[in-house]
């Protein structure tokens, strides 16, 4: 007998980092505090492709990312799942962060992990995240992250 699919919901967080400086959104939800890039991965999107649009919507900023800091998954009592990739990034290029206000953020900006004590933060992660960033946390390779069925070595 078949079983019912369980509903994962996959997120991206993105840790931007910029020499010592760290990339925060100034967020529209969640209390209005500062985050790191964040956000839901869309239906049929890879989570790099999301990790990527998220950063460049509530930031304004064009990443590439440089690897996985942590791949979590969370069974939740409501019979979901809540799935959450954590990507350590750094700029494109040199544009700024967003400035004005729009649908996904209130702005952004670049600040050294000292600096994040005297924000309103969303919440105690963002902190302990860049600490960790900042302290040497291990940068795993993106091909972690592959399709259903890549070979586990090149051909």
């Known amino acids: 007998m078949a079983r019912e699919p369980l509903p994962t919901w996959t997120f991206a967080l993105i840790v931007v980092r910029l020499g ?21 991965i869309e239906a049929g999107e890879t989570i790099v492709d ?11 900023i064009p990443v590439v990312l440089d690897g996985i800091l942590r791949i979590e998954h969370s069974p939740q009592s409501s019979g979901h ?35 994040l004590r005297e924000l309103p933060l969303r919440g105690s992660e963002v902190l302990r995240i860049v ?3 900042e302290r040497g ?3 795993h390779p993106l ?12 051909r």
């Open 20 to 40: 010592p400086r760290f990339l925060l959104v100034h967020e529209r939800k969640h209390g209005g505090g500062w985050y790191l890039p964040a956000g839901r």
């Open 50 to 60: 999301g990790a990527v649009r998220e950063t460049l919507e509530e930031a304004g």
């Open 81 to 115: 799942v809540r799935m959450r990739v954590i990507f350590h990034a750094h700029p494109a290029d040199d544009t700024p962060p967003k400035a004005e206000p729009d649908g996904e953020s209130q702005g952004a900006g670049w600040f050294l992990p000292a600096q």
């Open 131 to 133: 600490e960790d960033v």
């Open 137 to 139: 946390a291990p940068v």
């Open 143 to 154: 091909s972690l992250l592959a399709p259903e069925g890549t070979p586990l070595l090149p």
